[in-house]
């Protein structure tokens, strides 16, 4: 399902971009088929599954079988797809019944796609893009297919096996020679053609860069002469001042006669004349002006002829530095341009001038839109000079028109895109092909300004590369490629005036030769491929038939020893192979005759080895049950350890768990004395052990039975059979012990004791059974060292508690007695002192201020109401009450005694430190009394010598 769906959306995708319906009509049966296939669920869901795996087939089938009849080139795909699959659903899922027919049914089918498809011709439509997709597509559904195939390939048949397996490798041999065949034929083919197609390229590569040079040259010489020619007028008109080779001033044409003032103020001259003659109303007309004018109006000897040599030349003009202008031809340029114009202020002036070109060369204007429309032109200005002193410029505005006509007839057979750009990229001329390549619109350019569209301003990102090269390139041929279309890109430069010049001409228009000439040698090649798929077809017929009698011949033998082995598994043990060849096919036989026989004979023993492993199997599930029951033993008396801490209440409940969930009769825990002299019994559990705990029972260490010997040598003693063991000792109170084992008790490595185990049975003691013991008399161990430490630290505790008691007791006996405390009572205004003898309420509650446990006084409170009642929360707060003022009580004694102690230093300090300044004995004595004296007012103070002797 998800392989149609897969499907339906490729053939849908072409069928819109391309707009091929005819694929609509594929994507529809397969749109139908993806309903089906719930049906097909359903059918397996109700176990008939043979049913619908056969329509499966069929549908697949019905579907692939329209795609020859619509498009060519799928052919070998749809065959190898509908092999795969038949081939798949048969031996996934048929019986193996079906398995020779499904593979007749594969083979089959897929040559009559071959044969069809070489058939229908070429009149069927053809999508590459598609047929680009198809080895992905054939992949992703033979992979899968493929590997099932390969996991599965165990449950085929053997005759199934055996036909495949010839197929497979013949049709490896056979497609690898046809691979190598195809491979070389396509590789002298694609040699050839490449050869060729490069000898073709490379000769239009060459005429492409001619042309575009040709043309190029043809408009650099042409700029270049009006170049010279304006450069020529130039050295004339500095020639005239420098030389003075004409007429006198005045002689030929003189300013003061010919020159006239228009209403603007501006002067002119008649438009009769050769020249037009301009001189703005902002300067004023003077005799040197006028002999300068009259030095530049000779100009009409070489002008004229310049303006009709070159018909491309709109106009030829000198400006003076003094201000005027002599215009070829007459146009009247006084009248048509505005009474003030300053013609110095112009761009074709200014880029001449000293400070713009010092060097003196020709320079070119921008391209701008002439006022006078003559369309878009260009100026060449070029600079005069009388010696170094600067005259003017002569200037020649040149009419692009006749260069972009120059451009337009560029082509390279019927197509190519030829553009002229300044150095900022500008456009100066192209054609209405180029301005759509570009995606831009032809601009309309206002008079007297320059062209301001450039190709920068393409809408097409994929041509900003394109841009770039064209500006920078100087000149060569490249390609590029925008939307999946190649093209070839060629530039040269134009040294004057500096402009670019490129042409842009699509691959595949050019190579058109070419192109023909690859389509003829595919359609050689792909009859030469549908003639090998026939015979190839012919031949994989012939190696199916033989195949599947090769492998009915093999197989025939292993499928009646196939039924035999069938019969007995079926219960017949009588039934035997029939040998019918000496192959290896008749030893197997022979030898499967002679395993049925020793087969029959095992069968007769086995039940006897089964009811043998059976009872095996019952002990050792006792033994897992019994092992069991010893981890759930540890794991109770791990938590009794745990929850206990008396070694009164722990020792008993150990002995009583060991016995009930271990089943031993007599368990019992010794603890060594303090000189490790005796083991004391301290805990049992049986009647025997009990009594022995009334009598005080014990063993001396190293020399009386079992446990004595464990508690000197540490190590666990096993006695399986007491009446077999020297030390073991014949206790009265347990007369019924057969078997005994007792393991140390240690702390580190001293032995505190030892933990006694005995039954009635004798072996009682595996070796699991030891180290079970041995782990929980471990824990034993821990818990005894756990509980005693627990236990010392409750009477350091106590001990503790009853000192501070007796020092606070003491203190406060001290302390009350240096102190004349009486009682305080509140009245419900202040607090008071209780004076003697004075009466007071009788207290109905009474609460004693308890310090460490010593009252120290008590906490009375009264009611003027006798049926008041007392409740809890008020007796809480006043216990609470009470605990907070024994601690404040205290602190401010022990605040007081800290007072005093400090009090008693600073007094001895100062005594010792006057003391200790003097030298003499009699002022060190009365010093001392007199401090003394001082410091303890109203008592007598003396000092006594003696001899020094004792006493």
Do not use: C
């Amino acid at each position: 399902m998800l392989a149609t769906l897969l499907t339906v959306g490729i053939f849908a995708y072409f069928g819109f971009t391309y707009n091929l319906p005819q694929l609509f009509i594929t994507t529809g049966t397969l749109v139908v088929t993806f309903f089906l296939d719930f049906y097909l669920l359903f059918l397996i869901s109700r176990n008939k599954k043979n049913l619908a795996m056969m329509l499966v087939i069929s549908t697949f089938m019905l579907n692939v079988a329209t795609v020859p009849f619509i498009a060519q080139g799928f052919g070998f795909i749809i065959a190898v797809s509908i092999m795969l699959v038949i081939l798949a659903v048969v031996g996934l899922t048929l019986d193996s019944s079906y398995s020779t027919s499904g593979i007749a049914l594969a083979i089959i089918s897929g040559v009559i796609v071959i044969l069809l498809d070489n058939q229908l011709g070429t009149g069927r439509i053809r999508v590459l893009e598609l047929e680009r997709l198809t080895p992905l597509i054939l992949i992703i559904i033979a992979i899968p297919i493929s590997i099932i195939l390969i996991r599965e390939f165990n449950h085929f048949s053997l005759q199934s096996k055996i036909t495949l397996g010839i197929l497979l490798t013949g049709g490896i041999t056979v497609a690898t020679l046809v691979a190598f065949g195809v491979n070389r034929v396509n590789f002298i083919n694609t040699f050839l053609q490449n050869k060729y197609q490069a000898n073709i390229t490379k000769k239009l590569e060459s005429e492409i860069s001619n042309t575009i040079n040709s043309e190029a040259n043809e408009i650099k010489n042409l700029l270049t002469e009006i170049q010279n020619d304006t450069q020529s007028l130039a050295r004339y008109r500095s020639n005239i001042e420098n030389q003075q080779l004409l007429l006198p001033n005045g002689t030929y044409w003189n300013a003061t006669e010919n020159v006239f003032q228009l209403p603007g103020g501006q002067l002119g001259n008649k438009d009769s004349a050769i020249s037009s003659i301009y001189i703005p109303n902002t300067i004023p007309f003077s005799e040197a002006l006028a002999a300068d004018l009259n030095a530049s109006i000779n100009l009409d000897l070489l002008a004229p002829g310049v303006l009709e040599s070159h018909p491309e030349v709109a106009a030829i003009y000198f400006i003076s530095d003094l201000g005027y202008t002599v215009y070829y031809p007459n146009i009247n340029l006084a009248a048509n341009v505005p009474p003030d114009f300053d013609p110095t202020q112009q761009p074709f002036f200014t880029i001449a001038e000293p400070a713009n070109d010092p060097e003196k060369l020709p320079r070119w204007t921008r391209p701008y839109q002439d006022p006078a429309g003559a369309g878009l032109i260009v100026t060449v200005s070029v600079p005069v000079y009388d010696g170094n002193k600067f005259e003017g410029v002569m200037s020649v505005d040149i009419q692009l028109d006749r260069v972009t006509q120059i451009i337009s007839q560029i082509k390279i057979g019927d197509v190519g895109i030829p553009i002229l750009v300044d150095e900022t990229g500008v456009i100066l001329a192209m054609s209405e092909e180029g301005y759509t390549f570009f995606g831009l619109e032809p601009e309309v350019v206002p008079f007297n300004e320059s062209p301001k569209q450039t190709l920068f301003d393409s809408s097409t990102s994929d041509l900003q590369e394109v841009i770039l090269q064209i500006i920078r390139a100087e000149s060569g041929i490249s390609k590029f490629s925008v939307g999946g279309v190649e093209n070839y890109l060629s530039t040269t430069a134009l040294e004057v005036p500096g402009y670019k010049l490129a042409f842009i001409a699509p691959v595949n228009e050019l190579n058109k030769e070419v192109t023909a000439l690859n389509t003829e040698v595919e359609e050689e090649v792909s009859k030469t491929i549908q003639n090998m798929s026939i015979l190839l077809t012919v031949l994989f017929i012939g190696a199916f038939i033989a195949s599947l009698a090769v492998g009915q011949i093999i197989t025939r033998p292993l499928t009646r020893l196939t039924e035999t082995v069938q019969e007995i598994a079926g219960g017949n043990f009588s039934s035997r192979a029939i040998v019918e060849t000496g192959d290896e096919t008749g030893v197997l036989a022979q030898s499967f005759n002679t395993m049925a026989e020793q087969l029959t004979e095992t069968l007769q023993g086995l039940e006897d080895r089964i009811t043998e492993r059976t009872n095996e199997l019952e002990k050792l599930s006792q033994t897992n049950a019994y092992r069991a029951s010893l981890f759930e033993s540890i794991s109770r008396i791990s938590r009794i350890i745990n929850n206990t801490r008396s070694l009164e209440q722990l020792l008993p409940q150990i002995t009583e768990t060991i016995s009930s969930q271990l089943g031993f009769y007599h368990v019992g825990i010794f603890l060594a004395d303090v000189h490790k002299e005796y083991t004391i019994l301290v805990a049992a559990n049986s009647e025997g052990g009990k009594a022995m705990l009334a009598r005080n029972h014990r063993l001396r260490i190293g020399e009386t039975g079992i446990v004595g010997y464990v508690s000197q040598s540490g190590s666990p003693r096993v006695v399986l059979d007491v009446d077999q063991d020297l030390i073991y000792f014949n206790n009265p109170d347990l007369p019924e012990t057969r078997s005994e084992i007792a393991l140390p008790l240690q702390s580190g490595s001293e032995i505190i004791g030892a933990l006694d185990v005995q039954s009635k049975m004798t072996n009682a003691f595996s070796e699991e059974d030891v180290n079970i013991l041995s782990v929980l008399a471990d824990q034993v161990s821990i818990a005894i060292q756990n509980a005693q430490s627990f236990q010392n630290s409750l009477e350091a505790l106590e001990k503790a508690e009853r000192a501070a008691a007796q020092l606070s007791e003491q203190q406060w006996s001290n302390f009350h007695m240096s102190q004349s405390l009486t009682a305080y009572h509140f009245d419900g205004v202040t607090t008071q002192e209780e004076k003697p003898n004075q009466k007071i309420q009788s207290n109905h509650i009474a609460i004693p201020i308890v310090l460490r446990g010593i009252q120290i006084g008590s906490l009375k409170l009264s009611t003027t109401d006798p049926d008041r009642k007392w409740d809890n929360n008020e007796i809480a707060m006043v216990q609470a009450t009470a605990e907070r003022t024994a601690l404040a009580i205290e602190t401010a004694r022990l605040l007081q005694e800290a007072q005093k102690r400090a009090s008693k230093e600073r007094t001895i300090g100062q005594i010792s430190a006057k003391i200790g300044s003097l030298v003499n004995i009699e002022n060190i004595v009365q010093t001392t009394i007199q401090e003394l004296g001082d410091t303890l007012p109203g008592t007598d103070v003396a000092i006594q010598f003696t001899s020094g002797t004792n006493g």
